[in-house]
C-alpha cells in the first residue's frame, strides 16, 4: 500500500513538472523563440500563454523594445589629420529574432558586433570630413549616414539600427594642452590689442579735449577783454560827459575826494598860501 502510493505521489510530481516546463509566458515587451535541443523552430512567439515540449524545448525570451548601446571613447582620425576622442552611443531593436538569435545568440554578443560595426563606419565617415565639420551643425548629415549604413549591415544579424548619435568629440588629452594654450595666446593678443586701441582712443580725447579747451578759454579772455575794454570807454564817456556839463562841479567834487585820501590827523602838509591844492578853502 505504502509503495503504491510513493509511486501515485513521484507520478503526480513528473506530471506537475511535465506541466509546469511546458508552459511559459512572453511579456507584452517581449518575443519568444522555442528551440529544441539547440536548434531554434520556425515561428515567432507573441505575448501571452503559450506551450512547448516538456524537456525537448527550451522558451528564449528576447526583448522587442529600443535598446541603447554606449560605447567606449576611442581616437578617431578626421580628414584634416586631427586627432578626435569620440565617445558615441546608438538605438536598436531586435527585428527578426530568428536570425538574430542564428548569428548573435544574446544581447551582449550582439552589442559586441554594433560596436564593430557602428565603429568601423563612424570612422570612415569622419575620416571624411573636417574637425570643424564634425563640431558644428554639418554632424547631423554626418550622423545620418552613419546611421543608414551601419543599419544596413546589422539586418544580416536581425538587428535594426535606429540612431547613431556622438555625445561628446573632444582632443586627446596631450593636444588639449597646446591647444588651451594657443587659444590663451590668442586671447591675450587680443587683449592687448584692445588695450593699446584703447589708450590711442582716450589719448585722442584728451589732447582733443585740451584743444577745445584752450580755445574755450581763449574766447572766454578775448570777450573778457572786449567787456573791459567796452566798460572801460563807457566810464570815459560818462566821465567825459559829466565833465563837460560843468568843469568847475567836476573840479570841485575832485578835489573833496583828494581831500579826503590826503588830510587827517597824522598827515603834515607845506603848502604855500597860493597853492591850487587850496584853492577852495580861500573861497
Known sequence: MRNQFGFLIALAVLALVAVTSAVYTVDETQVAIVVR?????????????????????????????ILEYDSAPAEILTKDKKNLVVDNYAKWRIEDPLKFFRNVRDIPSAQARLDDIIFA??????????????????????????TERSDKKARDYGISITDVRIKRADLPKENERAVYGRMRA??????????????????????????????ILAEAYRGAQELRGQ???????????????????????????????????????LLTKDSEFLKYFGQ
Open 37 to 65: 535541443l539547440g536548434d531554434p523552430l520556425e515561428g515567432v512567439k507573441s505575448p501571452g500563454l503559450h506551450f512547448k515540449a516538456p524537456l525537448m524545448d527550451h522558451a528564449i525570451l528576447l526583448d522587442r523594445r
Open 121 to 146: 563606419e563612424l570612422r570612415v565617415e569622419l575620416g571624411r570630413h573636417l574637425m570643424i565639420d564634425v563640431i558644428s551643425t554639418s554632424r547631423s548629415g554626418i550622423m545620418a549616414a552613419v
Open 186 to 215: 590668442e586671447r591675450e593678443r587680443e587683449a592687448k590689442r584692445y588695450r593699446s586701441e584703447g589708450q590711442e582712443a582716450a589719448l585722442k580725447l584728451k589732447a582733443d579735449a585740451d584743444r577745445k579747451k584752450t580755445i
Open 231 to 269: 566798460g572801460d570807454a563807457e566810464a570815459t564817456r560818462v566821465y567825459a560827459e559829466s565833465y563837460g556839463r560843468d568843469s568847475e562841479f567836476y573840479s570841485f567834487t575832485r578835489s573833496l575826494e583828494s581831500y579826503t585820501r590826503s588830510l587827517d590827523e597824522r598827515t603834515t602838509l
